[in-house]
T-cell receptor, first 108, second 112 residues
Framework: GIQVEQSPPDLILQEGANSTLRCNFSDSVNNLQWFHQNPWGQLINLFYIPSGTKQNGRLSATTVATERYSLLYISSSQTTDSGVYFCAVTSGTYKYIFGTGTRLKVLA | DTGVSQDPRHKITKRGQNVTFRCDPISEHNRLYWYRQTLGQGPEFLTYFQNEAQLEKSRLLSDRFSAERPKGSFSTLEIQRTEQGDSAMYLC??????????FGPGTRLTVT
């Protein structure tokens, strides 16, 4: 089945810094989503982005499907950005396969 | 649109007991999914419904697990004879057709 790898696994930032999170996948995908999991376990939808570029406030994402990767950019990070960021993909099916996540901690 | 809701949010049970979780999807969504997440891992797919039909079950879903979605609305996930290895966060998601999935807050199960 498709493999999803995220990097870096852990990231510590000072408030106000920028960061880039990467998601590599091993096969072509139909759907790709980025999620933020807050400390209470809720998965919050950030982007539905099987291809192209989207922006939402301080966050933006780019998926280059032909090269099998997606990037999530966080600018001017805030302490509330802390948590785990997951990339999830579907490939020929409806079930999402999740990456192992990037654990982000933003220090005040 | 009130989002996906799950009940209960937390459940502590003794090994060997049965537990049942409920998921209410976003009202117009015809597809419903259950995932399980253990500590430090990403969610893993358990099962999927299109309307009331259960179309796939993961091999992770042993015969102690059963899921239903009567009338294509809410869904229940039952675990019989719970084991300590069943301790996890159980997540429900819904979608309209094959697109973006929206997740509920999850039910955290602890088996003692």
């Amino acid at each position: 089945g498709i493999q999803v790898e995220q990097s870096p696994p852990d990231l510590i930032l000072q408030e106000g810094a920028n960061s880039t999170l990467r998601c590599n996948f091993s096969d072509s995908v139909n759907n790709l989503q980025w999620f933020h999991q807050n400390p209470w376990g809720q998965l919050i939808n950030l982007f539905y982005i099987p291809s192209g570029t989207k922006q939402n406030g301080r966050l933006s994402a780019t998926t280059v499907a032909t090269e099998r990767y997606s990037l999530l950019y966080i600018s001017s990070s805030q302490t509330t950005d802390s948590g785990v960021y997951f990339c999830a993909v579907t490939s020929g099916t409806y079930k999402y396969i999740f990456g192992t996540g990037t654990r982000l901690k933003v220090l005040a | 649109d009130t989002g996906v809701s799950q009940d209960p949010r937390h459940k502590i049970t003794k090994r060997g007991q049965n537990v049942t979780f409920r998921c209410d999807p976003i009202s117009e969504h015809n597809r419903l999914y259950w995932y399980r997440q253990t500590l430090g891992q990403g969610p893993e797919f358990l099962t999927y419904f299109q309307n009331e039909a259960q179309l796939e079950k993961s091999r992770l879903l042993s015969d102690r697990f059963s899921a239903e979605r009567p009338k294509g609305s809410f869904s229940t996930l039952e675990i019989q004879r719970t084991e300590q290895g069943d301790s996890a966060m159980y997540l429900c998601a819904s979608s309209l057709e094959y697109y973006e999935q929206y997740f509920g807050p999850g039910t955290r199960l602890t088996v003692t």
